[in-house]
T-cell receptor, first 111, second 111 residues
C-alpha cells in the first residue's frame, strides 16, 4: 500500500529535550515536506526537500531541522523543543506530477 | 491578507443536500488546485486535483476553477453523514512544489 508513515503518533516531552519525528514514504517520491497544523492558523510548511541532500525552509522553520540522506526518509528534528512547538505535525510526499500524500500525523506536546 | 482565503464555517447541512465550498486566492501564479478532506485526528486525504481553469467531476464531487476570478469551488452532491469532515483547499505554482492551504471548512452532514 502506498503510504507515508510517521512515528511516533503521539509524543509528550519536556522543554529542551531533543527529539526526532520520523517520516518514510514507499512511493519513490522526490518531493517531501513537513507541515504543522494549529487551530486558527491552518497548515503551515516547516521545511521541504526536492530530493536527496536538497532541503529548504518553508514558512515557519525556526526551531526545526531536517535531513534527507535517503530518498524515502525525511526526519524532523527539534533540537531544543519549546512549548510553542506543541502542535500537530504532518509529513507529505509527492512525485511532483499530482497531489500530495500525507501521513497520519504526530501530535506533539512540549511541557 | 492571506494568500488563500477559505471560510472556516462551520457548515451544517441535512443528508442529501448539496455542499458548496469555495476558496479565493491572490497569487496569479497558482496553476494546480487541490481539495483535501480531513477527518478528526487523521491526515489530509486528496479528493480532487485540477490543473488551470475548468471543471472536474469524480463521483459525487465536482471541482471548479475560475482563474480569471481567482476562485475555486468544490461541490458535494447527495451528501452523506460520512462526508462530515474538514475540507481544505490547496494550490501551488507550476514550478513551485510548496502548497498554500486555506484554513479549512468544517462540514457536518446531519442524518
Amino acid at each position: 500500500e502506498a503510504q507515508v508513515t510517521q512515528n511516533p503518533r503521539y509524543l509528550i516531552t519536556v522543554t529542551g529535550k531533543k527529539l526526532t519525528v520520523t517520516c518514510s514514504q514507499n512511493m519513490n517520491h522526490e518531493y517531501m515536506s513537513w507541515y504543522r497544523q494549529d487551530p486558527g492558523l491552518g497548515l503551515r510548511q516547516i521545511y521541504y526537500s526536492m530530493n536527496v541532500e536538497v532541503t529548504d525552509k518553508g514558512d515557519v522553520p525556526e526551531g526545526y531541522k531536517v535531513s534527507r540522506k535517503e530518498k524515502r526518509n525525511f526526519p524532523l528534528i527539534l533540537e531544543s523543543p519549546s512549548p510553542n512547538q506543541t502542535s500537530l505535525y504532518f509529513c507529505a510526499s509527492s512525485s511532483g506530477r499530482g497531489g500530495y500524500t500525507f501521513g497520519s500525523g504526530t501530535r506533539l506536546t512540549v511541557v | 491578507q492571506k494568500e488563500v482565503e477559505q471560510d472556516p464555517g462551520p457548515l451544517s447541512v441535512p443528508e442529501g443536500a448539496i455542499v458548496s465550498l469555495n476558496c479565493t486566492y491572490s497569487n496569479s501564479a497558482f496553476q494546480y488546485f487541490m481539495w483535501y478532506r480531513q477527518y478528526s485526528r487523521k491526515g489530509p486525504e486528496l479528493l480532487m486535483y485540477t490543473y488551470s481553469s475548468g471543471n472536474k467531476e469524480d463521483g459525487r464531487f465536482t471541482a471548479q476553477v475560475d482563474k480569471s476570478s481567482k476562485y475555486i469551488s468544490l461541490f458535494i452532491r447527495d451528501s452523506q453523514p460520512s462526508d462530515s469532515a474538514t475540507y481544505l483547499c490547496a494550490m501551488r505554482g507550476s514550478n513551485d512544489y510548496k502548497l498554500s492551504f486555506g484554513a479549512g471548512t468544517t462540514v457536518t452532514v446531519r442524518a
